[in-house]
């Protein structure tokens, strides 16, 4: 992973950060690094490798704790399979080949998009809030063309304008303000460049799935014990969701209170997996706020992109739009 420290700026006050070597930590062979601001004094650790830019416990915390236990579940190295590489170009539409490229991925969990990025041969800056970016660096942190960091999706430390691509899968309905965080994506584009995200959608049924019943109970909840309780259940309950979906379809495996993905073509080992890690998704988040197509599409429009695109999509709503070349750029 080539760490490239110094291109990144303070999130206090928009200046460039150098690398400093603060001498060696107690009990551990390896210095400890930090970045520097030399104008506010504010320093910034580099731990394991990784620069943070946030508190270690946050309101990502639980998302931090599923892709640690599931690092390499979803990635397609792992299960064999072009899942992951298959829901990415669908709903991105961009080439296979994008060597040359500067791209910004927002929110990477563990890096199954990231592994399928990363072979596309462009340059990927990718960050997590929480830390699943541990999982991201042992799964991905070997490949030269990755910068992996720790960071909030509303104060990214790195210069605005600078990237042709930037996309957020799986993300944004987990923030605070959905919209505010969108609207710092833009801030990263090159004019020109392209933005892509999905985002859980809302309709007049989606607030009776389970998931958005138990949620006031189960987003309180202790999420090691949280955890115990879906890895307990899910099993038990994967052979009627399982029944169900042949029965009556999608509809009919929303019936049921988890999800699984053997129609997928997962094992049954894999899909045990996949069925625990998106069930504790559902239920442990603190945020969960999906978004209709006339919200997505007015945020578009709004920031003045061209060749929009929004539409239903494997995950929700899916949006890709282009950043008119007109834009201009305004710094920290």
């Known amino acids: 992973m080539n760490s490239d420290f110094e291109r ?10 150098f690398l400093e070597n603060i001498g060696p930590q107690e009990d551990i062979v390896l210095f400890k690094e930090e970045l520097v601001c030399r104008n506010c004094g504010f320093r ?34 792992y299960t064999g399979l072009p899942i992951s590489r298959n829901r990415f170009f669908a709903v991105s539409n961009w080439p296979e080949n994008l060597k040359g490229e500067q791209i910004l991925e927002a929110g990477s969990g563990a890096g199954r998009f990231t592994e399928v990025l990363l072979q596309t041969g462009a340059d990927v800056f990718s960050f997590d809030y929480s830390s699943a970016v541990e999982a991201n660096y042992k799964n991905n942190g070997a490949m030269p063309n990755l910068r992996l960091f720790q960071a909030d999706i509303y104060h990214i430390p790195l210069p605005p304008c600078s990237f042709d691509k930037v996309i ?21 584009l090159k004019p020109g460049g392209e933005l892509v995200i999905d985002v859980y959608k809302t309709t007049s049924l989606s607030w009776l799935q389970w998931k958005y019943l138990l949620r006031p109970i189960t987003k309180r909840m202790n999420k090691k014990k949280l955890y115990k309780i879906i890895a307990f259940f899910v099993p038990l309950l994967i052979p009627f969701t399982r029944m169900m979906r042949m029965l009556l379809g999608r509809a009919g495996a929303r019936i049921s209170p988890i999800v699984e993905y053997a129609h997928l073509g997962l ?22 706020h999906p978004q209709s197509l006339k919200t997505v599409r007015t945020w578009f429009s709004e920031a003045g992109f061209v060749n929009t695109v929004v539409q239903y999509g494997p995950n929700g ?4 739009g282009v950043k008119p070349s007109r834009d201009g750029c305004r710094r920290h």
């Open 267 to 288: 094992a049954p080992d894999l899909n045990r997996d996949w069925a625990v890690l998106d069930t504790f998704d559902m239920y442990a988040p603190e945020h969960d």
């Open 8 to 17: 990144y700026f303070c999130t206090a006050c928009g200046n460039h950060l």
């Open 168 to 188: 957020c899968l799986g993300v944004l309905q987990h923030m605070p303000d959905p919209e505010k965080a969108f609207r710092n994506l833009v801030k990263y």
């Open 44 to 77: 910034y650790p580099v731990v394991n490798g990784i620069p943070r830019f946030v508190l270690a416990e946050n309101y990502a915390s639980s998302f931090g704790r599923q892709w640690n236990i599931h690092r390499r579940t979803q990635l397609d190295s």
């Open 317 to 320: 709503i899916v949006a890709r």
